[in-house]
């Protein structure tokens, strides 16, 4: 090949590499990897974020009855944990797909505007998710606002426990994992929470005194909703 010809073939790749692509044409890859996994007397909170990651999941896919797998590709390719809340959470309230409400969240710069328009009540979101929306909640506030809807609706945990947890700063993984530690030995949620604030024990500490390991967790989480379905 001349060094004409190849000009000629390189000059298309020159011209596109200054075409602008649009932000959001590009997916977003997070990684969700964890490289400790189990439980390490020596260094008891190392696999915490693995813990907390892994039981909001598995609430998640049990509470909505989707595969934990597609929850967390999605993650990986860029959806916030606040928006698979928003959009699964209003979308088993009302009957919209969730895929729907996702998309309708790439056009609007916040979950209020784009649920502006979708005429919700507290008869169909739910009085929590409602009062969020009426409130101006940001995204992160209306994420709470299913997962407390969730943990009550299912009879897990007490309001006034609730309140107290979300009052102490707990996320919403830290609020899942208490709560289900909690109601598979019968500890408060708001003790467990305090222990591993103030530093005496950390989520994985807790998850090996009560026998619970990261395998079962969703069995464990499949059970509690069973139970009090009743």
Known sequence: MNRTTRIRH???LAILAFIPVPAHA???????CFTDRSYD???????DPYFLATTQNSFFAAVFNVDRKTIVLKK???????????????AART?????RLLQARQDYPSWHDALAGQHLSAQTAGELIYRALQAGASDSGLAEAVVDDLLLRHRL???PELRALRKRGATNQEL??????GS?????????????KDGSKSWGALLNAANITAANIPTDIAYLLKQHRG
């Open 26 to 32: 590009i997916p977003a890859i997070t990684c969700h």
């Open 95 to 99: 009957g919209m797909a969730p895929e």
């Open 10 to 12: 390189l000059l298309p």
């Open 176 to 181: 899942i994992i208490a709560t289900v530690i």
């Open 41 to 47: 007397p020596a260094r008891p909170a190392v696999a």
């Open 157 to 159: 945990i007490g309001a």
């Open 184 to 196: 598979l030995t019968h500890v408060p949620a708001d003790e467990l929470f305090r222990e591993v």
């Open 76 to 90: 990986q390719l860029g959806t916030s944990a606040d928006d698979l809340w928003v959009a699964y959470g209003i």
